[in-house]
C-alpha cells in the first residue's frame, strides 16, 4: 500500500509539472460493500474490517496529498474526492429510504450477478444462453455488478461530491 501511495505522488507530481493546474485525486472507496465481498454478510452490511484498508490506504494518500500542495507552493493543486465517505452516504441513504418502503432495491446488490459463482455478469455458455440474471429495475441499482457501481450509483456519489467538483473550476 505504502509503495502505490509513493507511486501515486511520482505520477501527480508528473501531472503538475507537464502544466496541469488542478488535479482531483480519488480516494479509495469502501471495498467492503462491494457486493462481491458483503456476500459473506448476506449483503445485509458492509465488511468493516475490509473497510480499514481503504481508511489505512486513504489516511496514506490525504498525508501525501498534503505534501505535494506544501510542495507545489499553490494553493490546493491536487484535491482530494472522497469516496469512502460519499459511497457509505449514498449506500446509508438507500438504505435508509428502503426501509421506509420494501419495494426499493438493497444498495449491497448487485444488479446484474452471475447464475452460479463461477458465471459473471454478462457470461454466455456456448449455445449464446445468458449465464447471469438482472434485477428488476436497473435504474434502482446502486451497483451494476459484483464491483462497479452503476448508473444510479455513480450518480447519487457525485451529487454528494458535487460542492467539491466545483473546487476544480475555480
Known sequence: ?????????????RLHS?????????????????????????????IGLLNVISKDHNKMLLKAVQELNKEAAVKSVFITLD????FLSAIETMQK???EKSTLMNPLQPCCEGNKLEDSCGSVDDEGSKKYSLC??????????TLHPSQNGWFAVYTILQSTLGQLIT
Not at 469516496?83 to 460519499?86: A, E, T
Open 1 to 13: 500500500m505504502e509503495s502505490l501511495v509513493k507511486q501515486m505522488s511520482v505520477n501527480l507530481k
Open 18 to 46: 507537464l502544466g496541469i493546474k488542478k488535479v482531483a485525486v480519488g480516494l479509495l472507496q469502501p471495498i467492503g460493500c462491494f457486493p462481491g465481498l458483503n456476500v459473506i454478510f448476506c449483503r445485509t452490511n458492509c
Open 136 to 145: 428488476e429495475n436497473p435504474k434502482l441499482s446502486f451497483f451494476w455488478d
Open 83 to 86: 469516496l469512502y465517505n460519499s
Open 97 to 99: 429510504k428502503r426501509a
